[in-house]
């Protein structure tokens, strides 16, 4: 392997197109963003070092034996994310490029494609929230940015629209891929002379100056400059061509090891295309409900453990061949396995906030998948209503004890075991048994339950530990309600309210926003309820007394307490009350009673 004659980015960007320049399935996704892009140009311009290329002569005889795609053009951060595969004969020789996909990306999409990004406040499902948007540079003067010499910036019509109309300062934006189609200078100098950039009587001479200098070096940098340096590897061997991607890989963005274990798949898949399969089924559970944010790591590590593949750690030396066709042989029912249990999680309620491990999910689907349970069943059929309890107490008592923090990689075999070693129902008692006494333990004591009472409004422990004591069901949306609006909490409004003294109003604020004053109650009620008083509240939405009755059982009031506002602090510690027993039965708490000091020796 040695440095070949370097070639000019035009020269690079035809071949791309051509798809003479392709990459190989073990290459990443683009994860670049627009400023990247945008300053990857302004270093051009400088004279900075892009750094060196490494690119793979594939013969045409051994095209058909890999897998390769096409380089992105037109990046949509939802509908166009993902490399399409290469649509290449065997009839000739092609480049792979393993070292600067993410450089040489940048470079098509800057001067042939477009990118669009969401913008902030619209909704994912608003086409208006992606703009297209292509690469320019202003020609008049340099960027505002500190960092950068060049006003390289993606831009939108509306944005032309709004540099055109809105404001007053002189711009002349010129479409960076405009310059592919100058012959030589001569013809830079003509658009020059076309639109007027050397007219003295429209511009400054530092304006004139500066727009003739950066037109030309844009056209010498992208059309004439050799500025391409690359390394040629000619070897036709997989496993060496692998090693020498992971090996340039393990510095900058480092590739991960499910970026290799996906790549790897991808390369050793026989049946299915594991990167497209893979990138699909990514997009199709994070759809499921209101969305969630797993990612291809979940999915890859999943597939380890649900394979029964004994070493489930990301190492190279696991991802045999053996291995990947293993998993490939048992994708439907693992991929099956996994998006019952997020429809199941979301059955219990818990939306992406309330997942706070989404590693969480990788036992339960293994238990699915070893009893075969479907989905139907799964979520509905009174068969498996046992399970559904035993599962949603355990996800809960998993997430409040912080179980999956860290690296739980030596929490999944030991979860294997006992899965397979219990034929019934889930082993939630066998689990709880298992890990008593140490940092990874499911049980739970009355000091526990006390710190779980102080959860504040908001948090994702507060829904889990009031979704432990309400029956809750996917199909409806559930919003944590503080009993006693939060908006009356101030000292200025308990003053109006006849709260006179500080020390008592203290007592109502420090008190109003933790688990006692919280419900859970569906959204379309929550917005009824508003800012209302309790009381005022509950006579409204339920005017008969045995349907308030109901409300208040089922919300754990307590009986002898009044719901007016003046009587809040003995209702909240009446509920605190009622509360701490019934996490204590819920979570078989056993309450140890302490000796007094008296009793003990001296």
Same mark, same amino acid.
């Given at each position: 392997m040695a440095y070949e004659k370097?070639?000019?980015?035009?020269?690079?960007?035809?071949?791309? +197109?051509? +798809?003479?320049?392709?990459?190989?399935?073990?290459?990443?996704?683009?994860?670049?963003?627009? =400023? +990247?892009?945008?300053?990857?140009?302004?270093?051009?311009?400088?004279?900075?070092?892009?750094?060196?290329?490494?690119?793979?002569?594939?013969?045409?005889?051994?095209?058909?034996?890999?897998?390769?795609y096409r380089f992105l053009k037109d990046y949509h951060q939802r509908d166009n994310k993902h490399n399409q595969p290469a649509d290449?004969?065997?009839?000739?020789?092609?480049?792979?490029?393993?070292?600067?996909?993410?450089?040489?990306?940048?470079?098509?999409?800057?001067?042939?494609?477009?990118?669009?990004?969401?913008?902030?406040? =619209?909704?994912?499902?608003?086409?208006?929230?992606?703009?297209?948007?292509?690469?320019?540079? @202003?020609?008049l003067e340099k960027s505002s940015d500190s960092d950068r010499e060049y006003d390289f910036q993606f831009l939108s019509e509306d944005d032309l629209n709004?540099?055109?109309?809105?404001?007053?300062?002189?711009?002349?934006?010129?479409?960076?891929?405009?310059?592919l189609g100058f012959k030589d200078i001569t013809e830079v100098m003509q658009f020059l002379v076309k639109n007027k950039l050397m007219d003295s009587s429209l511009w400054t001479q530092n304006e004139i100056d500066f727009s003739m200098n950066t037109l030309s070096k844009l056209f010498k940098v992208i059309c004439e400059n050799e500025t391409i340096n690359f390394f040629l590897e000619k070897s036709e061997e997989l496993d060496k061509v692998l090693q020498i991607f992971i090996r340039i890989n393990s510095g900058g963005t480092k590739l991960s090891y499910s970026d290799l274990l996906l790549s790897i798949a991808t390369a050793q898949w026989k049946k299915k295309d594991a990167r497209k399969i893979i990138h699909e089924f990514v997009d199709k559970i994070n759809a499921i409900g209101g969305g969630y944010s797993f990612n291809k790591d979940i999915v890859l590590k999943s597939c380890l453990v649900l394979s029964n593949i004994k070493d489930i750690r990301f190492h190279v030396d696991n991802f045999s061949s053996e291995n990947m066709s293993k998993i490939e042989d048992e994708w439907d029912d693992i991929s099956s396995a996994i998006t019952s249990t997020i429809k199941l999680i979301y059955h219990f309620g818990f939306n992406n906030k309330a997942l706070t491990a989404n590693n969480a999910i990788i036992p339960i689907?293994?238990? &699915?998948?070893?009893?075969?349970?479907?989905?139907?069943?799964?979520?509905?059929?009174?068969?498996?209503?046992? @399970?559904?309890?035993?599962?949603?107490?355990?996800?809960?008592?998993?997430?409040?004890?912080?179980?999956?923090?860290?690296?739980?990689?030596?929490? =999944?075999?030991?979860?294997?075991?006992? &899965?397979?070693?219990?034929?019934?129902?889930?082993?939630?008692?066998?689990?709880?048994?298992?890990?008593?006494?140490?940092?990874?333990?499911?049980?739970?004591?009355?000091? #526990?339950?006390?710190?779980?009472?102080?959860?504040? =409004?908001?948090?994702?422990?507060?829904?889990?530990?009031?979704?432990?004591?309400?029956?809750?069901k996917g199909s409806y949306e559930f919003h944590q309600d503080h009993m006693h609006p939060k908006t009356f909490f101030t000292h200025k409004k308990l003053e109006k309210f006849g709260i006179e003294t500080f020390d008592e109003r203290e007592a109502y604020i420090s008190r109003y926003n933790s688990l006692p004053n919280l419900q859970l109650i569906e959204a379309v009620e @929550?917005?009824?309820? #508003?800012?209302?008083?309790?009381?005022?509240?509950?006579?409204?939405?339920?005017?008969?007394?045995?349907? +308030?009755?109901?409300?208040?059982?089922?919300?754990?009031?307590?009986?002898?307490?009044?719901?007016?506002?003046?009587?809040?602090?003995?209702?909240?510690?009446?509920?605190?009350?009622l509360l701490k027993q019934k996490?204590?039965?819920?979570? #078989?708490?056993?309450?140890v009673e302490t000796e007094t000091i008296n009793n003990i020796p001296n």
């Amino acid at each position: 392997m040695a440095y070949e004659k370097p070639i000019t980015i035009k020269e690079a960007i035809t071949a791309i +197109q051509d +798809q003479e320049f392709i990459l190989p399935s073990i290459q990443r996704e683009f994860v670049w963003g627009t =400023y +990247q892009i945008e300053t990857l140009f302004d270093s051009l311009m400088r004279d900075y070092p892009i750094s060196t290329f490494l690119f793979w002569k594939v013969k045409s005889e051994n095209i058909d034996k890999f897998k390769f795609y096409r380089f992105l053009k037109d990046y949509h951060q939802r509908d166009n994310k993902h490399n399409q595969p290469a649509d290449i004969s065997s009839e000739k020789d092609r480049i792979a490029i393993l070292d600067g996909q993410q450089r040489l990306t940048s470079l098509y999409i800057g001067l042939k494609g477009s990118d669009s990004r969401k913008l902030p406040k =619209y909704q994912w499902s608003s086409d208006y929230a992606f703009p297209t948007k292509k690469l320019y540079v @202003n020609l008049l003067e340099k960027s505002s940015d500190s960092d950068r010499e060049y006003d390289f910036q993606f831009l939108s019509e509306d944005d032309l629209n709004w540099y055109e109309h809105e404001t007053e300062k002189k711009y002349f934006w010129l479409k960076v891929g405009d310059v592919l189609g100058f012959k030589d200078i001569t013809e830079v100098m003509q658009f020059l002379v076309k639109n007027k950039l050397m007219d003295s009587s429209l511009w400054t001479q530092n304006e004139i100056d500066f727009s003739m200098n950066t037109l030309s070096k844009l056209f010498k940098v992208i059309c004439e400059n050799e500025t391409i340096n690359f390394f040629l590897e000619k070897s036709e061997e997989l496993d060496k061509v692998l090693q020498i991607f992971i090996r340039i890989n393990s510095g900058g963005t480092k590739l991960s090891y499910s970026d290799l274990l996906l790549s790897i798949a991808t390369a050793q898949w026989k049946k299915k295309d594991a990167r497209k399969i893979i990138h699909e089924f990514v997009d199709k559970i994070n759809a499921i409900g209101g969305g969630y944010s797993f990612n291809k790591d979940i999915v890859l590590k999943s597939c380890l453990v649900l394979s029964n593949i004994k070493d489930i750690r990301f190492h190279v030396d696991n991802f045999s061949s053996e291995n990947m066709s293993k998993i490939e042989d048992e994708w439907d029912d693992i991929s099956s396995a996994i998006t019952s249990t997020i429809k199941l999680i979301y059955h219990f309620g818990f939306n992406n906030k309330a997942l706070t491990a989404n590693n969480a999910i990788i036992p339960i689907a293994y238990f &699915i998948k070893k009893h075969g349970i479907s989905e139907s069943n799964l979520l509905n059929h009174s068969s498996q209503e046992n @399970n559904r309890k035993l599962i949603k107490e355990w996800l809960i008592r998993a997430l409040l004890k912080k179980v999956f923090g860290g690296t739980p990689d030596s929490l =999944y075999p030991v979860y294997r075991n006992i &899965i397979n070693q219990n034929e019934g129902d889930f082993p939630l008692e066998a689990l709880i048994e298992r890990y008593k006494g140490n940092n990874k333990s499911l049980e739970f004591y009355e000091d #526990n339950i006390e710190h779980l009472l102080t959860t504040n =409004y908001g948090s994702s422990f507060a829904f889990m530990v009031l979704s432990l004591i309400y029956p809750l069901k996917g199909s409806y949306e559930f919003h944590q309600d503080h009993m006693h609006p939060k908006t009356f909490f101030t000292h200025k409004k308990l003053e109006k309210f006849g709260i006179e003294t500080f020390d008592e109003r203290e007592a109502y604020i420090s008190r109003y926003n933790s688990l006692p004053n919280l419900q859970l109650i569906e959204a379309v009620e @929550n917005k009824q309820k #508003n800012a209302k008083k309790l009381d005022v509240w509950l006579e409204e939405a339920y005017p008969s007394e045995q349907e +308030q009755l109901a409300f208040k059982h089922m919300h754990f009031f307590p009986v002898d307490e009044s719901v007016t506002f003046s009587n809040f602090v003995n209702f909240y510690d009446a509920r605190r009350e009622l509360l701490k027993q019934k996490l204590i039965e819920i979570l #078989n708490v056993k309450v140890v009673e302490t000796e007094t000091i008296n009793n003990i020796p001296n």
